[in-house]
């Protein structure tokens, strides 16, 4: 039971180059979310989905799309990647029970990505 | 005013020290709490749930107060394996989103 993985572990990027981020969870979870994590800032909500084929917006969508296609992935995309998207990126997983999240959030070990 | 807020730290300690946190949360309506530890460099883990009445895991003692809207956290005979990020998380009132806090680093020495 690997819980919940990423790839890549790291990456740099030129501005204007895209990227996809990777997200795996084998843990039936429902809920998938996609955090990015900045100096003095806390985890901030990207996108999240509440299960397979959707997705919605968390505080900080602009300049990042995702898919779910598959129950246990969760995509993150970055079109044209820009200075300002440096930072950690943390996937996590929740149980779902009466249609609501449970809110022990399981985090996978995130992705360092660096653009310059 | 932020909707969560923690005192950065660093809280540093002896060994065997009892330290406490506080984080104060701006949205009356939220419903859940929790403490979640971070090591350097490492994902997020839940430490505990927070609950109405408090509750207690071995050294770790959490605490809601609803009129003041804060929550808690209270370390006992502290270890230097506690060192780390101490991350208070708030729900956003009756939603599944959840709020994360900036962390409270804490430092215990030999």
């Known amino acids: 039971n690997a819980g919940v993985t990423q790839t890549p572990k790291f990456r740099v990027l030129k501005t204007g180059q895209s990227m996809t981020l990777l997200c795996a969870q084998d843990m039936n979870h429902e809920y998938m979310y996609w955090y990015r994590q900045d100096p003095g800032m806390g985890l901030r909500l990207i996108h999240y989905s509440v299960g397979e084929g959707t997705t919605a917006k968390g505080e900080v969508p602009d300049g990042y799309n995702v898919s779910r296609l598959k129950k246990q992935n969760f995509l993150l995309g970055l079109e044209s990647a820009a200075p300002s998207q440096t930072s950690v990126y943390f996937c996590a997983s929740s149980y779902s029970t009466g249609g609501r999240a449970r809110e022990t959030q399981y985090f996978g070990p995130g992705t360092r990505l660096l653009v310059l | 005013r932020k909707e969560v807020e923690q005192d950065p730290g660093p809280f540093n300690v002896p060994e065997g020290a009892t330290v406490a946190f506080n984080c104060t949360y701006s949205?009356?309506?939220?419903?859940?709490f929790f403490w979640y530890r971070q090591d350097c460099r490492k994902e997020p883990k839940l430490l505990m749930s927070?609950?109405?009445s408090g509750n207690e895991d071995g050294r770790f003692t959490a605490q809601l107060n609803r009129a003041s809207q804060y929550i808690s956290l209270l370390i006992r005979d502290s270890k230097l394996s506690d060192s780390a990020t101490y991350l208070c998380v708030v729900n956003i009132g009756n939603t599944d989103k959840l709020i994360f806090g900036t962390g409270t680093r804490l430092q215990v020495f030999p």
């Open positions: 927070v609950y109405s």
């Open positions: 949205n009356s309506a939220s419903q859940s």
